[in-house]
């Protein structure tokens, strides 16, 4: 194999986000990786040690740029209620955009979600997601609801959305369907009463 003189690891990462799209978590290999790339099949291990190491930084990657989008979002609309409504649009998009990423986050089993980085970048997301939730409530909307209960219910709403697009189950069950039109939706539905 020739020597490689890219940027290997990141290489090696987003050709793992493509190989679990095409073969899931489970079937992706440092081996199959290595000649996709183009590398001997020991020039991974320079970066991923194992299979593990590799999963880990593919969900600190995925984080990042989750991390990323649910921030910026964050900070679109005049009030919290309107900020907190965009994340969770955004929360839905993430996974239409980016599925292998987001279907690893949502498999701490494949990595190690105690891992520093990781474990700073998601408490960092969701500290983000519960203040604009709080900021929502001080705003005199979502009244009488227990901030955490109203943060978990809403959450479980968009990742259920984003599973339910992902899985299929959605057009196999109704059809056809424009799932950014339903998160949108979804969200009016569950703010209706709060302006």
């Known amino acids: 194999m020739p020597y490689h003189h890219g940027n290997l690891r990141q290489e090696l ?8 799209e095409e073969e ?8 199959a990786l290595a000649r996709k790339v183009g590398v001997s099949h020991g020039a991974p291990a320079r970066h991923f040690p194992d299979k593990a190491a590799l999963l880990t930084a593919m969900a600190t990657e995925a984080l990042a740029r989750f991390r990323t989008v649910m921030l910026e979002a964050g900070e679109k609309g005049d009030s919290a209620l309107e900020r907190y ?7 839905v998009h993430f996974a239409i955009e980016h599925p292998a ?21 998601y408490q960092e997301f969701f500290d ?4 604009v939730a709080a900021d929502a409530q001080r705003e005199g909307k979502v009244e009488g609801l227990d901030p955490e209960a109203f943060l978990i219910s809403t ?8 599973n339910l697009w992902l899985d299929g189950t959605l057009e196999d069950r109704i059809g056809p369907v ?5 998160a949108a939706n979804a969200f009016d539905v569950v703010f209706a009463n709060t302006e």
């Open 178 to 182: 424009d799932i950014e039109a339903i």
């Open 128 to 131: 983000a997601m519960r203040q």
């Open 13 to 20: 990462l987003d050709a793992a986000a493509e190989a679990v």
């Open 24 to 31: 899931g978590l489970a079937a992706l290999s440092l081996r």
């Open 155 to 162: 959450w479980a709403m968009a990742h259920g959305l984003a």
């Open 85 to 91: 409504r965009a994340m969770g649009r955004h929360y």
């Open 101 to 121: 990423y987001f279907h690893i986050l949502g498999r701490p089993e494949f990595y190690s979600a105690g891992d520093e980085e990781f474990a700073r970048g």
